[in-house]
T-cell receptor, first 116, second 113 residues
Framework: NAGVMQNPRHLVRRRGQEARLRCSPMKGHSHVYWYRQLPEEGLKFMVYLQKENIIDESGMPKERFSAEFPKEGPSILRIQQVVRGDSAAYFC??????????????FGSGTRLTVV | QQQVKQSPQSLIVQKGGISIINCAYENTAFDYFPWYQQFPGKGPALLIAIRPDVSEKKEGRFTISFNKSAKQFSLHIMDSQPGDSATYFCAASRGSNFNKFYFGSGTKLNVKP
């Protein structure tokens, strides 16, 4: 089991470009979560998705950010017209359904986005 | 508004010593409190977790102490080792939305040989 796979590991974008971050959950996991970590800070929840559904997007900025988890393929976090303040590490986690014990909740190694 | 407050920001401990990291929360609806360990360049990994029906949970050298009335919980690392050097995050979630975690700001632990 390869774990939660995120790519790319590092992404550099110029201001105004688009950033696409991908997350492939662990095998058997149908729930995906995205978090953002600013330097020297904890992780902040962004969005929770199940296949083809956004369950909770209360942590997503209202503009420029979107997320999807299609029936086939990885989950995508998309940031349009990036600004310097979007520079952060973006982590994806996945879990199996009804994982109330929490031990199935697994993070990927993250994508470090740098906006220049 | 930060829902989970963590201290200290950084901690230096000698090998063999006890590392103690503290967290406090406001929302009494929280009912699951995990601790995560993160090494540079890696994602957080679950270390140990507790529910508020117990006051202490121990797994090997790691112990969570939980004080429900004070809304505080702490991580104790006994016999700290250089390999424990990492950033530690406390977190909390609530039953109705148990997979949405609120994280503390992290504690960078350095265990000196």
């Amino acid at each position: 089991n390869a774990g939660v796979m995120q790519n790319p590991r590092h992404l550099v974008r110029r201001r105004g470009q688009e950033a696409r971050l991908r997350c492939s959950p662990m095998k058997g996991h149908s729930h995906v979560y995205w978090y953002r970590q600013l330097p020297e800070e904890g992780l902040k929840f962004m969005v929770y998705l199940q296949k083809e559904n956004i369950i909770d997007e209360s942590g997503m900025p209202k503009e420029r950010f979107s997320a999807e988890f299609p029936k086939e393929g990885p989950s995508i976090l998309r940031i349009q017209q990036v600004v310097r303040g979007d520079s952060a590490a973006y982590f994806c986690a996945s879990s199996p359904p009804l994982d109330r014990g929490g031990y199935g909740y697994t993070f990927g190694s993250g994508t470090r986005l740098t906006v220049v | 508004q930060q829902q989970v407050k963590q201290s200290p920001q950084s901690l230096i401990v000698q090998k063999g010593g006890i590392s103690i990291i503290n967290c406090a929360y406001e929302n009494t609806a929280f009912d699951y409190f995990p601790w995560y360990q993160q090494f540079p360049g890696k994602g957080p990994a679950l270390l140990i977790a507790i529910r508020p029906d117990v006051s202490e949970k121990k797994e090997g050298r790691f112990t969570i102490s939980f004080n429900k009335s004070a809304k505080q919980f702490s991580l104790h690392i006994m016999d700290s080792q250089p390999g424990d050097s990492a950033t530690y995050f406390c977190a909390a979630s609530r039953g109705s939305n148990f997979n949405k975690f609120y994280f503390g700001s992290g504690t960078k632990l350095n265990v000196k040989p």
